[in-house]
């Protein structure tokens, strides 16, 4: 190779190298961070009740109640915004239906420290849970799997379904995706239960059921064959029903 052309090699790879140092990785447009709790909302829609919103989204409804200034009994509107985590510095205040977008809080203060479920005993012993079905158990509880969050119980279209302890229905209603037709009972300020893909609900919002009263028929709605789906869940969070219910 001739000089001219040897230097002008040379020339080309100092410029190649000095331009790599000094590059920058532009991220694409739209990508964003994996999306957190802190700062999250919803936007209530026609029949949803604030414990279908909690039970959703796996939280306490006295949280949610509390992140948004709402009292008992926990009245709800169309269209109207709700935060889903608590903010330093925020003010609990309830909005009523509005166009304009909410600034999302910066921090997050949890309300309490997470809680531990107590032993099944204390639970047995506070509630006396009862089996909500009769029927093979075919699906167990596991805390890491979404899908898996309670028990399933197979059984035959039109079997009952029957309150696993004494409470008050807070939810009846289909609006929650992925249980069909549902009933929640709050059992007392920690304890709720739920059961869905019944072929019928039996007992509307606010009614008071006792220990195996029957509550519903089983079905298939949201699922692929005749069963109840049953959870247990403490201040908001899913537990094993096994712990809880009597051994067979």
């Not at 999250?40 to 796996?58: E, K, P, Q, S």
């Not at 949280?63 to 709700?82: E, F, H, M, S």
């Amino acid at each position: 190779m001739t000089t001219p052309f040897r230097t002008l090699a040379l020339l080309l790879s100092v410029a190649f190298l000095v331009s790599c140092t000094h590059a920058r990785v532009i991220p694409e447009r739209g990508t964003t961070r994996a999306a957190s709790r802190d700062g999250a909302t919803t936007i209530v829609r026609r029949g949803d009740t604030l414990y279908g919103i909690a039970f959703r989204n796996g939280l306490d409804y006295r949280d949610v109640a509390a992140w948004n200034g709402i009292r008992a009994p926990y009245t709800i509107y169309p269209g109207q915004r709700l935060r889903l985590s608590g903010a330093a510095g925020s003010r609990n205040v309830a909005t009523r239906p509005a166009s304009d977008p909410v600034r999302r809080p910066t921090t997050s203060t949890p309300t309490r420290p997470p809680v531990q479920a107590p032993p099944p005993t204390a639970a047995a012993s506070k509630l006396g849970w009862t089996w909500p079905a009769q029927g093979a158990l075919i699906n167990t509880f596991s805390g890491g799997d979404p899908t898996r969050q309670g028990i399933d119980i197979a059984g035959q279209r039109g079997d009952p379904v029957r309150a696993a302890a004494d409470g008050v229905v807070v939810y009846s209603g289909s609006g929650l995706v992925g249980y069909g037709e549902l009933v929640i009972v709050k059992h007392d300020e920690s304890w709720l239960s739920a059961y869905g893909h019944n072929r019928a609900r039996l007992v509307a919002e606010g009614a008071k059921v006792r220990a195996g009263q029957q509550i519903a028929e089983m079905g298939r709605t949201g699922a692929d064959r005749d069963m109840l789906h049953f959870e247990i869940r403490f201040d908001g969070k899913p537990v094993d029903p096994l712990r809880y219910l009597p051994k067979r």
